[in-house]
Structures are given as structure tokens and as C-alpha cells.
T-cell receptor, first 113, second 110 residues
Framework: SQTIHQWPATLVQPVGSPLSLECTVE??????LYWYRQAAGRGLQLLFY??????ISSEVPQNLSASRPQDRQFILSSKKLLLSDSGFYLC????????????FGPGTRLTVL | GDSVTQMEGPVTLSEEAFLTINCTYT??????LFWYVQYPGEGLQLLLK?????DKGSNKGFEATYRKETTSFHLEKGSVQVSDSAVYFC?????????FGTGTRLQVFP
């Protein structure tokens, strides 16, 4: 069966510090991968998605970046965090077409102080 | 561009009340439509989906019908439970990604 992992589960970082959030998927190959951010009391904002290794599409210009070094690994990074980067970060994957179910990870809660 | 509009919450109901959460969409072509649910502190999980006009998705007592003439996909449940308290997201497919609504928080009290 397929599973998706995210870590860390929670993170508190000072403004200006770097960020690295990791997402890995097990039990599937060549999935489409997605990073979302959910700010407090708000909906989901798609940040990045990837249809293959090294292929990253950015949805919103900001100080975040994403990388996909391996087929089932998706990393969200920042060189310098802003207060506005606080939120709940969700990784998700789809096998094949977007008409299929999108599976979400448990999320990482990031607080920037 | 394609978009999804949901009713603003929170929706507050007593246990066993009837639930409707409205969702309308704007899209070119023929998207698939989804309802996802997010329980407190968790990621999202698929609740139901419909892939073409007049399809009805159903799961756990929830239902939604794909209405192309009104571009709607309203979520309904005949009798809600306290355990249904969560945030509900309507979504549609768009090429390689999903477009989500802003979510509607449902609070059910005993």
C-alpha cells in the first residue's frame, strides 16, 4: 500500500533562518507531487508541483523553492524565512491523472517568530 | 481561469440536523469534482467525487451531485454527527493539479 510521510511534524524557526521540509512517498512510482500551504483560517494555496524528477512548477512567486532529487522525494526550502511563511504545509501525490484521488500527508506546522 | 467558490463558514448545527454546503465552479471543459475533508490537525482526505455531469458521489452518508446546468456540486448529509466536525473543501481538476475552494468549517454540537 502507498504511504506519504512528512517531517518534521512541527517546527518553530526565527525570521531569517533557512527552511527544509521533506516529503517522501512509498509504494508507488512516478507520482505527481504537490506542496500546499494552509494559513490559519484560510484555504489551501498550491505552492509547487512536480510531474517528474527535476521538474518543478511554481504557482506563486515567493521566497520558497522546491526540489525533487528523487522520484518519491519532494523538498520545500527557503534561504530566509519571513513571518508570513508561518502556516500548515501539506504534501500530496497523485498517481497518473489529476482525475484520480490526491493523497495528502499529515502536514508540517511551521511557526516563524 | 478555473475556480471554485464555497459558502463561508463556520456552519454550526446540532446533531442529527440536515447539512448543505454549497459549492459552485467555473471551468472550461469537463472537470472532475471532489469533496475533501480535513479533521483537526490532519491532512486532507477524499470524501467523494464525481467525474461527469449528473454523477452522484457518496460516502459516509454524504452526497453531492455534479450539476452542469448550474455549475454546482453541493455537499449534503441527512443527519450530521459530532464526529463530522471538520473543514470541507470542494475542488476541481485542472490539467495536472486540483483547484480548491477556501474550505467551509462545520461544527456539530450534541
Amino acid at each position: 500500500s502507498q504511504t506519504i510521510h512528512q517531517w518534521p511534524a512541527t517546527l518553530v524557526q526565527p525570521v531569517g533562518s533557512p527552511l527544509s521540509l521533506e516529503c517522501t512517498v512509498e509504494g508507488t512510482s512516478n507520482p505527481n507531487l504537490y506542496w500546499y500551504r494552509q494559513a490559519a483560517g484560510r484555504g489551501l494555496q498550491l505552492l509547487f508541483y512536480s510531474v517528474g524528477i527535476g521538474q518543478i512548477s511554481s504557482e506563486v512567486p515567493q521566497n520558497l523553492s522546491a526540489s525533487r532529487p528523487q522520484d518519491r522525494q519532494f523538498i520545500l526550502s527557503s534561504k530566509k524565512l519571513l513571518l508570513s511563511d508561518s502556516g500548515f504545509y501539506l504534501c500530496a501525490w497523485i498517481q497518473g491523472s489529476s482525475y484520480n484521488e490526491q493523497f495528502f500527508g499529515p502536514g508540517t506546522r511551521l511557526t516563524v517568530l | 481561469g478555473d475556480s471554485v467558490t464555497q459558502m463561508e463558514g463556520p456552519v454550526t448545527l446540532s446533531e442529527e440536523a440536515f447539512l448543505t454546503i454549497n459549492c459552485t465552479y467555473t471551468a472550461t471543459g469537463y472537470p472532475s469534482l471532489f469533496w475533501y475533508v480535513q479533521y483537526p490537525g490532519e491532512g486532507l482526505q477524499l470524501l467523494l467525487k464525481a467525474t461527469k455531469a449528473d454523477d452522484k458521489g457518496s460516502n459516509k452518508g454524504f452526497e453531492a451531485t455534479y450539476r452542469k446546468e448550474t455549475t454546482s456540486f453541493h455537499l449534503e448529509k441527512g443527519s450530521v454527527q459530532v464526529s463530522d466536525s471538520a473543514v470541507y473543501f470542494c475542488a476541481l481538476t485542472h490539467t495536472d493539479k486540483l483547484i480548491f475552494g477556501t474550505g467551509t468549517r462545520l461544527q456539530v454540537f450534541p
